[in-house]
């Protein structure tokens, strides 16, 4: 059974609504988090990228990339949990997990399922709430990863059109 049906969150896929790349965000983490996220992106298959800038490199450990010095390039991880569906994690802080997805490759009750398949299996990874915020509204979920109910679930009320 899927954990959202798309009619019921159609709004909050909507660019005009959540902005283009809608943040996602797993707070209290630790650099341990971040390498079981690494971890779990191998263990999945799922195609992923590394960069720092426009260079290209091997998926560090979570510890080195994090070590790096406060005025370097903040170095980002492309994944895709599915073909044509894009996770784009960045790393600003060791405490918070942050990363980005296109609301343009997430429309239907397909993509939809994918979409929570993937926040599901980090929330899961990690015993955290994985939260969908509007793009710049940072501390205002819309939808999450629910540790105790195991699922994505709804956070705010949806926009009726």
Do not use: N
């Not at 019921?8 to 650099?31: E, H, I, K, N, T």
């Not at 290209?56 to 406060?70: G, M, Q, T």
């Not at 949990?81 to 609301?103: C, G, S």
């Not at 629910?146 to 679930?153: A, F, I, L």
């Amino acid at each position: 059974m899927a954990d959202l049906l798309w009619d019921d969150v159609s709004c909050f896929f909507d660019q005009g609504l959540m902005g283009p790349l809608p943040d996602l965000r797993v707070a209290d983490a630790s650099v341990e988090d971040w390498q079981a996220v690494l971890d779990l992106v191998e263990e999945k298959g799922w195609r992923c990228q590394y960069s720092e800038g426009e260079t290209v490199l091997p998926v560090p450990r979570a510890e080195a990339v994090l070590s790096r010095p406060a005025d370097a390039e903040c170095p980002e991880l492309r994944v895709w949990p599915a073909a044509d569906v894009l996770a784009i994690f960045r790393f600003h802080a060791v405490d918070e997990i942050d990363f980005d997805v296109d609301l343009r490759e997430l429309q239907g009750q397909e993509r939809l399922d994918v979409f929570c398949g993937f926040l599901r299996e980090i929330g899961r990874r990690l015993g955290k709430p994985v939260l969908m915020d509007p793009e710049g509204g940072h501390g205002h979920p819309v939808l999450g990863f629910d540790v105790e109910v195991d699922r994505v679930v709804l956070l705010a009320e949806p926009q009726v059109r």
